[in-house]
């Protein structure tokens, strides 16, 4: 490819075209099954045979990777659109990003509520509020407030960790105190679910319109009101720190060497992929003990950015060499398209799970899950592919764009316009 500039942009869409795709592979679970299969193979959609492998697979390379790489795109993107503002006529570069931020935390909210609980658009757009003044911080000071972030929630849920087993430990010696054991069943809520949650889970999606969007409020409930602060929020933070500082240093944008990106894998898939792997052995020997699998969990923290960042390295080194061009492309589409994409994925598996749509709602094992995965992805690689020939932005992107410009933005392409790279 002979313009740098349309290069470095199809590397970073490749790049978040394969995050979005790939974050459906963990999410799969939470829509099809109760959701506490996310975390615990044996709560629901099967631990043995083809089940678990899909479990152990995706737990090593998948599970809270791609997430991170999406998170620390996001980071990249608020830089970047940041520059172009500066460089338009148009609004500020805070108007632009600000406004942009209060019309995904709207659109986040009727995603979550509507749609799929699990939702990030609201924990990145509250992110997003913070980390704007930071954005032309030197990298290296972006990278090391990230990093620290990052941490100190390692550290966080490390001794949260050790407090629940030693909690554990007293509460279940011979004559404990009552309010001991009530402290147990309290903080037990962390490591594993009492069973009326899955039969309740059960009942709400298997039924009409209604009794789904008051069990997907019960959840958002608890991811608003207890995992963003302490956890969804802090993690989203530390990886757009760190997300800014490395398109800033160029690793989105194909200004590294292809040794340093090799070396990026090399890490990934030599050293963190099997540490990984190690964990994921422990929670597996320890027949998925809740406590050894929460203890195990809080340590994959430390090597999900490095596999994330690996499975990067790979698609931009393609992008790169031009191998697998077709590929590629297809990707870029759908990174152009990923808020498009995000949302509609939503839209498809609701109506495919739900009792008002198709009623597949823990019907399907975890490996018969990933059939519906390869749907999805074939058919979100199509539309944007052939919606993109047509149109500027995808559907949703036109509306948030058009929203934080307060005017509607001009969507069809002449016959013989080419799709932008970005």
Known sequence: MTDTTAERHLSIDAVRGMAVLGILL??????????????????????????????????????????????????????????????????????????????????????????WFGDVLVTYALAGLVIFPFRKLSPRAQLAIGAAILVAL???????????????????????????????????????SPPEAKAAELAGFGGDFLSALQARAN??????????????????LGQMFVGMALFRMGFFTLRWSSRAYVAIIAFGYLVCVPLTAWLAWGIARSDFDPLVLHEREVWQQTTRPFIGLAHAAVVLLCVRSGALRGLTDLLAAAGRMAFSNYLTTSIITSTLF????????????????????????????????????????????????????????????????RPAAI
């Open 354 to 417: 739900c009792g008002y749509g198709f009623g597949l709602y823990g019907e399907l094992s975890r490996a018969e899950l990933l059939w519906v995965v390869v749907g999805v992805w074939a058919f979100l690689l199509a539309w944007s592919h052939f919606w993109l020939k047509a149109f500027h932005y995808g559907p949703f992107e036109w509306a948030w764009r058009s929203l934080v410009q307060w005017k509607p933005q001009r969507m069809r392409r002449a016959a013989s316009a």
């Open 154 to 192: 390692l550290a966080k849920n490390v001794w949260q960790a050790g407090a629940i087993e030693a909690l554990h430990a007293a509460a279940t010696t011979p004559g404990a105190p009552p309010d001991v054991v009530k402290a147990w069943q309290q903080a037990s809520m962390a490591v594993q």
């Open 26 to 115: 963990m999410n799969i679970v939470g829509m099809g099954l109760p959701s506490f299969a996310y975390i615990n193979p044996t709560y629901a959609g099967g631990s043995t045979g083809a089940d678990f492998w899909t479990w152990a697979v995706n737990n090593v390379l998948t599970d809270g990777k791609m997430r991170a790489l999406f998170t620390m795109l996001f980071g990249a993107s608020t830089v970047l659109i940041g520059e172009r503002a500066e460089l338009g006529a148009g609004l500020s570069a805070a108007a632009t990003h600000y406004r942009r931020m209060g019309w995904m935390l709207l659109f986040g909210i009727a995603h979550a509520f509507l749609f």
């Open 219 to 236: 959840m958002v409930m608890l991811f608003y009101f207890v995992l963003l602060p302490t956890d969804m929020f802090p993690e989203a």
